[in-house]
């Protein structure tokens, strides 16, 4: 392939800052632009030498390049959306992008769900990694093992992190539709992304038509014990394998044993004999979803022929992912864990798997509401009952007020005011100084910080530790 000048206006997206690395390893010249350029996607960028310039402009594209990426964060009146509207010149999505570029006439094996989608698709690719399958790979997230996001490698299997979020401004469908995915993780659905859904049957439908496009001799491996996968299910023509805890399902997890060093669980097929022909594993995350995680991982390396020894080998050296139960470091006695939690179920299941992991010890909830969905109340109660396990709670300001509709906006005081109400302490600090302030005064040896924003949250973590 001829190199090509590829310019991508939003590069600091995770896809996108991924994409632009396995671009520039091809021999492609590469260079960017964003108006939120912050770790971790800014530092493997320039561990590439892709240069990106800070903030949209026409006279970024003055160098016409062979071809525009654009992301999906960027609209209609973008200065260098309306420059390549009326340049004319070459562009893309970066979902369609990835499948012409490295995906096809690939086995594509993609991750989907509305949790847990990064630290299953990292885990497969480097179970897979330890098979010498030799994997490429896309994910939204740095998985620890690689120390980067994506990986463009020889094997015949592409790993893709199957994002149901819009593709871009002229291509309203999930990214996760131009995938062609040939094998398929669905770990749970519920209702996100708000200002893409208008219910959880929206996202439905959107699974519903996705599973139509995997073929009949791939295979399909979801979550038996949800009840809203079970409902998508009906409109699959591929086979199916299902997992969970309940007896329904046709691999299922036992004996579940969590502690300071990880979790220990057995697996057992549908149609054997428990005791007899159960296999252990050991995963050094916690918490039940990432035991979840692991089997739909288990079923898809056995279907390619993969070990379970070599499962369990690469459990074993299994680092997880940047921002997901990610110990910061520990000052004073005091702990400071960074999560991207955003949604309710995932922030009760992050604070479950740490308390899981510290038992005994007490643990501070800091949460920024950021995300198009957290800072709206749909999910306002299910919020309240996510810290029902924290010792303490912190909330910050609601991020990007001035485009929620005041009646849609998530009543901060309402959650403090139950939480407060079931013994739980509560607090709101508009101001990331004064969380640490408080936190500072607050905390003793012994204690936990869990820090959960799906954005940078003014780098509170380490300024934290600095404190301390």
Known sequence: MNSKLIHFSGICGTGMASLAVLLKK????????????????????????????????????NTVPDLVVIGNALSRGNPEVETVLKRKLPYISMAELLKEYFIRGKTS??????????????????VFECAKKTPGFMIGGIAENFGTSCQDRPGKFFITEGDEYDTAFFDK???????????????????DHADIF???????????????????????????????????????????????????????????ETGESGTKFEVLNKGQKYSAQTQKFALRLSGAFNV????????????????DKTTQAAFDSFKSVRRRQELRGEANGIAVYDDFAHHPTAIRETISAIKQKHKGR??????????????????????IDSFKEADEVILTSLHRLEKIPAEQRLQIKEVLKS????????????????????????????????????????????????TL
């Open 26 to 61: 091809r021999g492609h010249q590469v260079r960017g632009s964003d108006e939120n350029v912050y770790p971790p996607m800014s530092d493997l960028l320039a561990q590439n030498n892709i240069t990106v310039q800070n903030g949209y402009a026409e006279k970024n594209l």
């Open 109 to 126: 094996l993609v991750v989907t769900g509305t949790h847990g989608k990064t630290t299953t698709s990292s885990l497969l690719a480097w």
């Open 173 to 191: 469908r999930s990214k996760y539709f131009h995938y062609l995915p040939d094998q398929l993780i669905l770990n749970n659905l519920e209702f």
């Open 198 to 256: 208008d219910s959880l049957e929206d996202i439905k439908n959107s699974f519903r038509m996705m599973l139509r496009l995997i073929p009949e001799n791939g295979l399909i491996v979801a979550n038996g014990d949800d009840v809203n996968v079970q409902n998508v299910l009906e409109s699959a023509y591929t086979p199916v394998v299902k997992f969970g805890f309940g007896e329904a399902c046709d691999v299922r997890a036992l004996n579940v």
């Open 292 to 307: 979840l995680n692991a089997l739909g991982v288990i079923i898809l390396a056995r279907h390619n022929g993969i070990s």
């Open 362 to 383: 007490r643990l501070i909830a800091v949460f920024e509401p950021r995300s198009n969905t957290s800072v709206r109340n749909i999910h306002q109660n299910s919020l």
């Open 419 to 466: 939480l407060i109400n079931k013994k739980i302490s509560a607090y709101e600090f508009p101001e990331v100084e004064k969380i640490i302030e408080h936190l500072k005064t607050n905390c003793r040896s012994g204690d936990v910080v869990l820090i959960m924003s799906n954005g940078k949250f003014g780098n509170i973590h380490q300024r934290l530790l600095e």
